[in-house]
């Protein structure tokens, strides 16, 4: 059973920053990691993503704001926030698939984060 629990949302002021962690279950270095977000009355977006070779992939809105790293001795991912915007304001997820050729699969309950004008 592949477990993701996300942390480190909250409230912050427009130009603050927040990093987010995910802490899996599995051997993250061995499996692609992603951050979504899914803002109200709008769909999941991909934010930022990890292969387990080290690639990463942003969002253009976020392109260089936003850092996606990982910590294989702690099993754990950010994505590291900063500029946050008030667009950026969401519920973010952290997800994994096993395999390239899999959908994103295994989902964390996800963590608030708001961003004030």
């Known amino acids: 059973q592949v477990q993701l629990v996300e942390s480190g949302g909250g409230l912050v002021q427009a130009g603050g920053s927040l990093r987010l962690s995910c802490v899996a279950s599995?051997?993250?270095?061995?499996?692609?990691m992603g951050w979504f977000r899914q803002a109200p009355g709008k769909e999941r977006e991909e934010v930022a993503s990890?292969?387990?070779?080290?690639?990463?992939n942003y969002e253009d809105s976020v392109k260089g704001r936003f850092t996606i790293s990982r910590d294989s001795a702690d099993n754990t991912v950010y994505l590291q926030m900063n500029s946050l915007k008030p667009e950026d304001t969401a519920v973010y997820y952290c997800?994994?698939?096993?395999?390239?050729?899999?959908?994103?699969?295994?989902w964390g309950q996800g963590t608030q984060v708001t961003v004030s004008s």
């Open positions: 990890i292969t387990a070779n080290g690639k990463t």
């Open positions: 599995v051997r993250i270095s061995s499996y692609a």
């Open positions: 997800a994994t698939r096993l395999s390239p050729f899999e959908i994103w699969k295994y």
